[in-house]
């Protein structure tokens, strides 16, 4: 049983997570993509987020990361890895973190005793993540720790996210919900994104999309209406993806404990807060249409 407040360790993902993916919203990391001679937006997510895996082909990527269309990854999965090493990836990405977390927050920020504090709770948590079943996460556990505290803050939010983003797949899985379902259904919480942007972003058809629909009304799980909603069985459904996410993903925060969890999203939000504020997240990939 958990000593911790009752999802806890939820609130604490919410605040850091976003610190990790401003990044692949952020145009420091297209010019540090181009730099290596990798323009093409698809291309580069899959690059940056891949490259800890090695040289994976268009299979490995698409299983890992799950809700994409197996035809875009193909499109750019391993062609990109002729026109940069994942080595070469790594570097670009790490010097975009750093470039996106400065012009984000600021150099007081950067240089605060509070991001200090912020990377060693951070990587106090991640001694207690587990390689097992989760690929994404185990492939970054490899990757050395930068020194700079906001770029160890920012690895140790990297790895925290995907430890949680692979016990999700799990759950995923285990609801039964494939790569689009798994998308419709959460916009349909009212939490995902904008449905024009999972398309561009995901590679999938309105079509497709359609048809996710439709298979989710049969299992009666989506709402019959015109309004993309969740039947109480929905509701439910995925109310218990999230719980079971939080229970495979509780032994980083077990191991900060209450405090340090407490302290730990504390400073996530402020820094948050100030990063949002800035422009960290585009407007388009917000909304219902």
Same mark, same amino acid.
């Given at each position: ?149 906001? *770029? @160890?803050?920012?690895? #140790?939010? $990297?790895? /925290? %996210?995907?430890?949680?983003?692979? =016990? ?5 899985? !285990? ?52 309004? *993309? @909603?969740?039947?109480? #069985?929905? $509701?439910? /459904? %995925?109310?218990?993806?999230?719980? =079971? ?5 509780? !032994? ?38």
């Amino acid at each position: 049983m958990s000593t911790l407040p009752a999802r806890a360790e939820r609130r604490c993902h919410n605040a850091v997570n976003p610190l990790h993916s401003c990044v692949f919203f952020s145009p420091d990391l297209g010019a540090e993509m181009a730099k290596i001679g990798i323009e093409d937006q698809s291309a580069a997510y899959f690059a940056t987020r891949a490259a800890a895996l090695g040289a994976v082909g268009a299979g490995t990527v698409g299983a890992t990361f799950y809700n994409f269309n197996p035809v875009l990854v193909a499109r750019h999965v391993p062609a990109v890895w002729e026109t940069a090493s994942p080595d070469v990836v790594l570097g670009a990405r790490l010097r975009a973190a750093d470039a996106t977390l400065r012009r984000l927050l600021g150099e007081e920020i950067i240089a605060s005793d509070a991001m200090a504090e912020a990377a060693r709770l951070a990587l106090r948590a991640t001694e207690a993540c587990t390689p097992h079943a989760r690929p994404l996460y185990a492939a970054h556990a490899d990757l050395p720790v930068p020194e700079e505290p906001h *770029l @160890a803050f920012w690895h #140790a939010a $990297t790895l /925290l %996210r995907e430890h949680r983003g692979d =016990a999700h797949l799990a759950a995923l899985l !285990a609801a039964g919900l494939d790569p689009l379902e798994s998308l419709v259904s959460h916009t349909a919480t009212g939490k995902g994104m904008a449905i024009r942007w999972i398309l561009s972003s995901r590679g999938w058809r309105r079509t497709d999309w359609e048809a996710a629909c439709d298979r989710l009304r049969k299992r009666g799980l989506l709402d019959g209406g015109e309004e *993309l @909603a969740l039947t109480e #069985a929905g $509701t439910a /459904l %995925r109310a218990e993806v999230e719980e =079971a996410t939080d229970r495979m993903d509780t !032994a980083p925060y077990e191991h900060l404990g209450a405090e340090g969890v407490e302290r730990l999203t504390e400073l996530g939000r402020g820094f948050l807060f100030t990063a949002a504020a800035a422009g960290a997240f585009p407007a388009s990939a917000t909304g219902r249409d």
